[in-house]
């Protein structure tokens, strides 16, 4: 039986060049990065610097780099491993003298019912906030700080507990 599609997108309009906020994309593997979340999340880590063929993940979320376009987009693919098939994407589409579009995309399909409840209940809240987070990371890199950072639902306060990650750095919204 086949899964149920997945599509998540989340972008920010920054009034920024898009080479600015593409060479922050280049950096969003790299330890310490100012983009990935990590202070309140597992640390996106690969086995090499971000090229085709880098494998690697954030906790238990595995994927490989199956296609990169430095400074202005970059493409995961799920592993086998993981209840999903499909890819997200994080891209720069400029817009000229107006700044740039940030864009995360994520289109996959679930491997059946238990993968699609997972991902209604518990996963894609997981992932909205993670992704958000990320997006306000770009946007205070590129300075343009959000004027109001993002914020955990009381959902995802829950979920992470139930995930073993209690600190809870992020006020409620």
């Not at 993670?130 to 959902?155: F, I, K, M, Y």
Request: glycine residues 10%.
């Amino acid at each position: 039986m086949g899964g149920s599609m997945i599509w998540n997108i989340h972008q920010r309009e920054l009034p920024v060049p898009a080479k600015q906020v593409g060479a922050l994309l280049d950096t969003v593997a790299e330890p310490g990065n100012p983009l990935w979340p990590s202070q309140n999340w597992p640390a996106l880590v690969l086995d090499r610097p971000l090229q085709v063929g880098a494998d690697g993940g954030h906790g238990d979320i595995r994927y490989s780099c199956t296609a990169y376009e430095p400074g202005r987009a970059v493409e995961f693919t799920f592993a086998p491993s993981m209840p999903f098939t499909g890819a997200h994407t994080l891209e720069i589409i400029d817009r000229g003298e107006s700044g740039c579009v940030v864009r995360h995309l994520l289109v996959a399909e679930a491997d059946g019912p238990p993968s699609w409840l997972l991902w209604t209940c518990a996963i894609r809240w997981l992932h909205d906030a993670v992704v958000e987070e990320l997006l306000d990371g770009v946007a205070t890199a590129a300075g343009q700080p959000p004027a109001r950072p993002t914020s955990w639902s009381p959902w995802v306060r829950v979920l992470r507990l139930g995930f073993g990650r209690t600190t809870d750095p992020i006020p409620v919204g």
